[in-house]
């Protein structure tokens, strides 16, 4: 089992920067990869970004590259996501998955296998 974590959360303006962090705990040797996916009112949850453990591979979803920055660290067992001019419809539930199967996509949600619980992230005009 593995479990996450998700913080950093809050309130911003346009145009402001957050930093959401995701702290693992549990098998967390069995983790491929780690991703960050959200959820807005009356909305499907969408990928945002994803990266690999081991291998630094990294996407992410085309309305945030260039703005978000998926990072980790191992020794921490953490899994940030500095996102930067944030815009109105950055607006969402930010959520954090992580993969145990190696094979597993990394950019649609059936390829993960743990979920946090969630931290809301509201962008204001």
């Known amino acids: 089992q593995v479990q996450l974590v998700e913080s950093g959360g809050g309130l911003v303006q346009a145009g402001g920067s957050l930093r959401l962090s995701c702290a693992a705990s549990?098998?967390?040797?069995?983790?491929?990869?780690m991703g960050w996916f959200r959820q807005a009112p009356g909305r499907e949850r969408e990928f945002v970004a994803a990266?690999?453990?081991?291998?630094?591979?990294?996407y992410y979803r085309d309305s945030v590259k260039g703005r978000f920055t998926i990072s980790r660290d191992n020794a921490k067992n953490t899994v940030y996501l500095q996102m930067s001019s944030l815009k109105l419809e950055d607006t969402a539930i930010y959520y954090c998955?992580?993969?145990?199967?190696?094979?597993?996509?990394?950019?649609?949600?059936?390829?993960?296998?743990?979920w946090g619980q969630g931290t809301q992230v509201t962008v204001s005009s």
């Open positions: 549990g098998r967390t040797s069995s983790i491929y990869a």
């Open positions: 990266i690999s453990i081991s291998g630094g591979n990294f």
């Open positions: 998955a992580a993969s145990v199967r190696p094979s597993a996509t990394m950019i649609g949600d059936k390829g993960y296998d743990y």
